[in-house]
């Protein structure tokens, strides 16, 4: 028996390249248990344009370089991006992300009206540049837990634009200091993005500015008072009439695009002065990563996230998968953490079963401490159901049918 892993990340928990080796290492010990041959297993680790995105990358055959940038308060950090001949794969969030805000990630810091305002893309520029050094043109751009709201201002700043107050002084970094702007030297700006292609890995289709936009929608969660939303948007506005001063009126038109929004208006910089072309996340992992071919000859596909609910149905992750699996008449299954979707929901979306943690543990925080364990267990029972109508005489591993799985 043949079988496709292709999960997201479990968030707060384990990564999409964990989730997938504690599963394959619970289906088989169930086959073991069943006294079968061991199962051919392949792991594809995806995502869904946001964090993670690099995982996916690196499990598809893409090699991780590191780069010394700067992160979303300016101090330096080293983030990491993908490499595949001259394509590169940059997951905003390891640059700029709000969970690498210092005292991010657990600790006392964190988010803040005063961060809010001058977190910086920076460093997001400054790994695309690393890109270009590396020799590729062809670059994916993940977005999605940004910390900034500059409407990338900072993208460009490390791709060489600068940016000027009206007395000529360099601007400082952040979206309010956008306020003051009125010019930008783009003579320094890297001549090697005219060879360049962009490709915007998101599904945020809100615009820049106004009730929709990126400081009224994301700005909260980055730390915004209602009292800087409404400067960070002032600032914006002025960014955008500022950069329709130096490159035309594409500048204005961009601010309106969907997609605009996202990362704290990082799309609209990438739209508006990268010519990006925006898609939904998933369609670009589940591309890089082949999927689709590699369910060749599977019998089976397990897919899943941290919570099964609602918003997957709107286009995250399992739903793409569920979606190739589809085409490629291969059953699929989910694992995840929690869900909130009814039983009619699950088999409107593909799903032939869905298995949640919280089916072997009711306490959710416990489920997330103990994740690794409980995926191991639940792939043990999915192993011993797939076992009771597994062939009596599985393909060899060297048979034709049989291809080296992929370990990431």
Do not use: W
Request: hydrophobic share 45%; net charge negative.
């Amino acid at each position: 028996m043949r079988i496709v892993i292709a999960p997201d990340k479990f968030k707060g928990s384990l990564s999409a390249p964990d989730v997938a080796r504690h599963l394959e290492e619970g289906l088989q010990a169930g086959f073991r248990t069943a006294e079968l041959g061991p199962l051919e297993v392949l792991r594809i680790p995806v995502a869904d344009g946001g964090e993670g995105t690099l995982d996916a990358a690196v499990g598809s055959g893409f090699t991780r370089r590191r780069a010394v940038v700067s992160g979303p308060t300016g101090l330096p950090l080293t983030a990491e991006f993908a490499v595949r001949g001259r394509e590169a794969v940059i997951e905003m969030a390891a640059a700029s992300g709000l969970a690498i805000l210092p005292g991010g990630a657990g600790g006392t810091g964190g988010p803040d009206s005063a961060t809010a305002k001058a977190a910086t893309s920076l460093g997001t520029g400054e790994l695309i540049r690393s890109a270009l050094d590396a020799g590729c043109r062809q670059i994916i751009l993940g977005v999605g837990g940004s910390a900034n709201t500059d409407g990338g201002a900072g993208v460009l700043q490390g791709l060489g634009a600068i940016l000027f107050d009206a007395e000529g002084k360099e601007l400082p970094l952040g979206g309010a200091a956008l306020a003051d702007l009125a010019s930008i030297d783009f003579s320094g700006f890297d001549s090697r993005l005219d060879e360049a292609r962009f490709v915007l890995a998101s599904d945020v289709d809100n615009p820049l500015l106004g009730p929709e936009g990126a400081p009224a929608i994301f700005g909260p969660q980055k730390g915004a008072t209602p009292e800087d939303v409404r400067a960070l948007d002032g600032a914006l506005a002025n960014f955008v009439q500022v950069l329709a001063g130096e490159i035309g009126p594409r500048a204005l038109k961009a601010a309106d695009a969907p997609g605009a929004g996202a990362a704290g208006g990082v799309g609209y910089a990438a739209i508006a002065v990268l010519a990006a072309s925006r898609r939904p996340g998933i369609d670009v992992v589940l591309e890089f990563t082949e999927l689709a071919d590699r369910l060749a000859g599977a019998d089976l596909v397990i897919t899943g996230e941290g919570s099964l609910d609602e918003q997957s149905l709107l286009g995250k992750t399992p739903m793409g998968v569920a979606r190739a699996a589809a085409l490629a008449g291969v059953p699929v299954m989910a694992v995840c953490g929690r869900t909130t979707l009814t039983p009619e929901q699950q088999k409107e979306s593909g799903f032939r079963q869905v298995y949640p943690l919280t089916a072997l543990e009711a306490k959710v925080d416990i489920c997330i401490a103990e994740a690794a364990s409980l995926l191991e267990q639940l792939g043990t029972n999915i192993g011993l159901e797939l076992a009771e109508t597994a062939p009596a005489n599985p393909a060899p591993a060297n048979s034709a049918h049989t291809k080296e799985p992929l370990n990431v």
